[in-house]
């Protein structure tokens, strides 16, 4: 049974960091992609981020590009999402999820497992 725990949220003040962790068991780490999705209150879920299986593809949601890093220790069967100059529309739930797919999948159905999530909250 696939098992993906986040850790690392909490409340952040604006321009400040975060770094998201999700650690995996139950899976091949190395077969899948792995990303990142995000809910904010009242809002759909929406993508923020994607690593292929070797870490060697990446793709960032326009809204993070250039703040938010994924990265990921198939070592330690782990997955990161560095948050860097955050803003109070970050503020979200954050779902880390897997993909047996080779390419970096950025839509919701794609990811057959998910993570139940950690707050991220940004004031302002």
């Known amino acids: 049974q696939v098992q993906l725990v986040e850790s690392g949220g909490g409340l952040v003040q604006a321009g400040g960091s975060l770094r998201l962790s999700c650690a995996a068991s139950g899976l091949t780490f190395g077969a899948y992609a792995l990303g990142w999705f995000r809910q904010a209150p009242g809002k759909a879920r929406e993508f923020v981020a994607v690593?292929?299986?070797?870490?060697?593809?990446?793709s960032h949601a326009d809204s993070v590009k250039g703040r938010f890093t994924i990265s990921r220790d198939n070592a330690n069967n782990t997955v990161y999402l560095q948050m860097n100059s955050l803003k109070p529309e970050d503020t979200a739930v954050y779902y880390c999820?897997?993909?047996?797919?080779?390419?970096?999948?950025?839509?919701?159905?794609?990811?057959?497992?998910w993570g139940q999530g950690t707050q991220v909250t940004v004031s302002s």
């Open positions: 690593i292929s299986w070797s870490g060697g593809r990446t």
């Open positions: 999820a897997a993909a047996r797919n080779p390419y970096i999948p950025t839509w919701e159905g794609a990811f057959g497992s």
